[in-house]
């Protein structure tokens, strides 16, 4: 079972400079983080090191990551926001 302090971890880490990503990332977090498997927790947890610009860039689909990991969380986390905005 993941443990409260590691979610805690990631929502302080998903708090950007950037308004825009707070809007996408806390909510994932809130909301998926926690029931996401290691190998996902992983891939957030290297999503974080990324700088705020080219997470804009890849939630804009302006851009895509080069790395296959870091294209699998961000579809996990595009497709959350697209989930939460229909609701």
């Known amino acids: 079972m993941i443990q409260e302090e590691e979610i805690k971890r990631m929502r302080w ?3 950007r400079g950037m308004l825009e990503l707070d809007l996408v990332l806390e909510p994932f977090v809130n909301d998926c983080y926690p029931r996401l498997d290691e190998r996902d927790r992983q891939r957030y947890r290297r999503l974080m090191e990324c ?3 080219e ?5 804009l689909r ?3 990551p080069e790395d296959a990991e870091l294209a699998a969380i961000v579809r996990q986390v595009l497709e ?8």
């Open 80 to 87: 959350h926001k697209r989930g939460a905005a229909g609701a």
């Open 62 to 64: 302006r851009e895509e």
């Open 13 to 15: 880490a998903s708090r």
């Open 55 to 59: 997470l804009f860039a890849w939630f």
């Open 51 to 53: 700088e705020d610009q």
